[in-house]
Nanobody, 127 residues
Framework: QVQFVESGGGPVQPGGSLRLSCAAS????????IGWFRQAPGKEHEAVSC????????LYADSVKGRFTISRDNAKNTVYLQMNSLKPEDTANYYC????????????????????WGQGTQVTVSS
């Protein structure tokens, strides 16, 4: 059974940093892309970043470019999202999911191509 579990969220002040983790079980290797998404109350799901199964450069939403970094640790089957210089508008529930239809990221990600969504981890940026 494939499962993704996100962690690392919490309250943080503007300008602060958090590192989110997405631990995968039941799925190994690099034959798929991994995406981070977020959803704030009353707003649409938003794609944040994508890491390809190839050694391509990751892709990011314009709103997080230069502040967020996605990385994969294949030995641990874990994907990370390092978030720096956080802003109140980054407040959302953050999810990860796997794209088993593509190994290479496309932007914007096609949500329907992603599977095995985790429960998410809440990030709250507030002073």
């Amino acid at each position: 059974q494939v499962q993704f579990v996100e962690s690392g969220g919490g309250p943080v002040q503007p300008g602060g940093s958090l590192r989110l983790s997405c631990a995968a079980s039941g799925l190994t290797g690099r034959d798929y892309a991994i995406g981070w998404f977020r959803q704030a109350p009353g707003k649409e799901h938003e794609a944040v970043s994508c890491s390809s199964g190839f050694d391509d450069s990751p892709l990011y939403a314009d709103s997080v470019k230069g502040r967020f970094t996605i990385s994969r640790d294949n030995a641990k089957n874990t994907v990370y999202l390092q978030m720096n210089s956080l802003k109140p508008e980054d407040t959302a529930n953050y999810y990860c999911a796997a794209n088993l239809m593509r190994r290479r990221c496309v932007w914007p990600p096609l949500k329907y191509e992603y599977s095995y969504w985790g429960q998410g981890t809440q990030v709250t940026v507030s002073s």
